[in-house]
């Protein structure tokens, strides 16, 4: 029992050792972005490695803050990811329902062909999309990033929804229509508050997708009045400079960065619980 003791005990510490040795290399890219961000141009472009700043500066994060820029590509930001968010969730949510709590003919087939879709590259629409929404004059508009989710984009977002409005009870349902309600407010205040859980997974989803997007706003977005946060990121950046202001660089890549992690602070509650309400733990 003591020599089973002492190896269950191994077995925890080199678990843990290894956890502690992923963690701290996934971490450190974080780490050296943070880094930068107060270090001097001098230090980011010297030869040598500068783990931390000799002399820490505010300069790049006082020069970003003055950039109006840089504040318009913030707020454009908020504002895509806002209107794109709340259109794709409620869609999402009301496919979502009507492919777990109602019986319609052809439900299943087409629930077929909407996860087939998932086994189609993005790439491959790349090219349609653009002259699609460009014969709409879109190009040059938030449109083609806005409006798309209206209409229940993510086929995946859509089964794991599916799948954990599916554990409620139809019950409940029953229960409703005999106090008079339609679908509806069955959907509204009856599914909806139960499923809290995969609705902020999904939107955890869709703002980590949303606010790091750089292809398609690049593609669309042709002027800097209407540039996002990771174009405006990726501009900072200018090949022909011999010296590059990484310091600022890395003050954006920061700002830029402290959303996601707030969000998946208080969100990472909700994520848990959503694997387990949908069924794919265990």
Do not use: C
Not at 206 to 211: E, H, I, R, S
């Amino acid at each position: 029992m003591r020599v089973k003791h002492l190896l269950h005990i191994l077995q925890r510490v080199t678990l843990y050792l290894l956890l502690t040795a992923a963690t701290v290399a996934m971490s450190f890219p974080l780490f050296w972005m943070i880094s930068s961000s107060f270090k001097t141009i001098q230090e980011t472009n010297s030869p040598g490695i500068v783990w931390i700043p000799r002399q820490p500066t505010l300069d790049a994060y006082i020069s970003i803050f003055q950039n109006v820029n840089f504040l318009r590509a913030y707020f454009n930001s908020v504002f895509v990811v806002t209107l794109a968010m709340a259109g794709t969730l409620i869609s999402i949510a009301a496919v979502a329902y009507a492919f777990s709590r109602l019986n319609w003919p052809g439900r299943n087939l087409v629930f077929f062909l909407m996860l087939s879709t998932m086994m189609i590259p993005p790439q491959a629409l790349i090219v349609p999309q653009y002259v699609f929404f460009n014969r709409l004059g879109w190009v040059g508009t938030f449109n083609p990033i806005v409006i798309p989710g209206y209409f229940a984009g993510g086929a995946a977002m859509i089964f794991l929804l599916r799948q954990a409005m599916a554990q409620i009870p139809k019950e409940l349902d029953e229960a409703a229509f005999i106090d008079g309600a339609n679908h509806i407010q069955i959907w509204w205040e009856v599914i909806l508050p139960l499923s809290k859980a995969p609705l902020a997974t999904i939107a955890t989803f869709l703002f980590v997708g949303q606010w790091n997007n750089l292809l398609t706003p690049l593609m669309y977005l042709q002027t800097v009045d209407l540039y996002t946060l990771p174009i405006f990121t990726a501009t900072l950046y200018n090949i022909n400079q011999t010296v590059q202001p990484w310091p600022t660089i890395m003050t954006a890549a920061v700002l830029t960065t402290v959303p996601l992690i707030v969000l998946f602070f208080f969100a990472q509650r909700y994520i848990l619980d959503s694997v387990v309400i949908s069924g794919l733990k265990g």
